[in-house]
């Protein structure tokens, strides 16, 4: 697995990058060569017959006027016979290490096509995604659309910041590193999509790599999967203008997504809060968030971070491993609350931190009874389907607004009769209950 660089200020030179033909395949009439190129911890391999190469090189010769002889020459009977193969494996990784060492620094862009280096390498990320955005992204942003990029593209403009280098280095303005920024500058809705295992035909594994989101200055929506949310930075300096969040796949704990910064200090409150004893930092709020989505993800604990998102309306911790319901007393503004699919066993004084809910999922997890619900007054829907609720006493309190329910049987309370309605929707194992008074 190719280790990523962290943070930080000051930048290694930048790795000598090596080419080697490691070997051929026949394919139809005609040989394929595989190359594999190096980059510091980063590897990957690129397929192409000699006939690439040949083209490859007429382009060099005229646009950087290199030797015509460097490149070996074609041959006509037996090109495929194993002894001239081989032979032309090693010539061939001759050419290409001694371009690599020709232009040490950002390499033509018919060269860094040729070896992939739009896919896999710094530079050539970078200078393709500029080009992308001087062409459209205009339109992009005029389309109000949402911009789905990888962690990999991320990565690659992050470290092309801290190098410190020309935004051009290429001399081409398309590739100019400008065309990004001022794209990231205006753009609201923003899709960051991993993948897991390795990337492509590379040994790099995009989901672990870190990469600064600061460079976006107007982000209104964000959804970020399948990365590792302790290798993401900047993400806070949305906070005036982020409404919509949601990060799957990627957190052990809200700490790392709300307040990555906690761990830098022993004590902190949210910025406007009164707070007894020492405090070592101020902490801003999401002032604009209102929908959180983290579900999917390894969170056990609804931990006090929750007290930088006071505007929360909708909350999705779903698919977790949540045991408790703690710290929601300071979510005044949550009306929909999804915590299906984790591992709860008990609700009780639920009631005292859900004051305002109309919308409560608690479907797939591990309640026996319905102790604690009582006295959640705003409470509309409710989910409890696949539970171990086995026998069903009367909800205490009023909840003449109830309306869904997951539950087995019908339920009485005192001389006032409940009916539990069930609607099969594809049978018996998929049924909703619907709670009515009579």
């Known amino acids: ?30 040989t394929v060569y595989i190359i594999q190129i190096t980059n510091g911890s980063h590897e990957w391999t ?60 950002v390499a033509p862009r018919v060269l860094a096509h040729f070896l992939h280096f739009h896919f896999y390498e710094v530079n050539g990320i970078t200078a393709a995604l500029a080009e992308e955005l001087y062409e459209k992204g205009e339109q992009l942003l005029g389309a109000g659309e949402v911009f789905v990029i990888g962690p990999l593209q991320l990565y690659a403009v992050t470290e092309q ?31 960051v999509s991993g993948t897991e295992g390795p990337c492509g035909t590379s040994n790099i594994q995009e989901q672990l790599l870190p990469f600064d989101l600061s460079i ?14 302790r290798h993401i930075r900047g993400l806070v300096a949305s906070k005036p203008t982020l409404a ?14 709300l307040v990555p910064e906690a761990s830098e200090f022993d004590g902190w409150e949210p910025e406007g809060a009164a707070f007894e004893g020492p405090v070592t930092a101020i902490i801003p709020t999401w002032q604009a968030l209102t929908t959180l989505d983290l579900s999917h993800n390894s969170i056990s604990k609804i931990d006090e971070s929750v007290k930088l998102i006071p505007k929360i309306e909708f909350l999705d911790l ?70 171990r609720i086995e026998q069903v006493a009367a909800p205490q309190g009023d909840l003449r607004a109830l309306g869904l329910l997951g539950l087995p049987s019908s339920i009485s309370r005192g001389q006032k009769e409940w009916h539990l309605c069930l609607a099969d929707r594809g049978g018996p194992e998929h049924r909703w209950s619907v709670l009515t008074q009579f």
């Open 216 to 229: 976006f200055k107007s982000l209104h929506q964000v959804e970020i999967s399948h990365c590792d949310a």
């Open 244 to 257: 919509t969040l949601s990060i799957r796949f990627s957190a052990t704990s809200m700490k790392e997504v």
């Open 161 to 191: 910041l801290q190098q410190g280098k020309p935004t051009c280095a290429s001399g081409d303005a398309k590739t100019d590193l400008g065309h990004i920024l001022d794209f990231t500058c205006r753009l609201k809705y923003l899709k």
């Open 1 to 30: 697995m190719a280790a990523a660089r962290g943070f930080g200020p000051e930048r290694d030179a930048e790795p000598a990058k090596e080419a080697r033909v490691v070997g051929s395949e026949l394919v139809d009439t005609y």
């Open 318 to 387: 779903s698919h977790n491993g949540v045991l408790a319901v703690d710290n929601l007393q300071h979510l005044y503004n949550l009306v929909h609350l999804d915590l299906s699919y984790n591992k709860l066993s008990s609700l009780e004084g639920v009631h005292t931190k859900l004051g305002n809910i109309k919308t409560l999922n608690l479907a797939g997890n591990l309640l026996e009874h319905l102790s604690g619900l009582h006295k959640l007054y705003s409470l509309v829907n409710l989910d409890l389907s696949y539970n």
């Open 46 to 105: 690129v397929k192409h017959r000699y006939s690439d190469f040949h083209e490859l090189h007429e382009k060099l010769v005229a646009e950087k006027k290199i030797d015509k002889n460097l490149l070996p020459p074609k041959k006509i009977i037996g090109k495929n016979s194993r002894s001239l193969v081989e032979k032309r494996e090693k010539d061939l990784e001759v050419y290409l290490q001694t371009l690599l060492a020709a232009f040490p620094g």
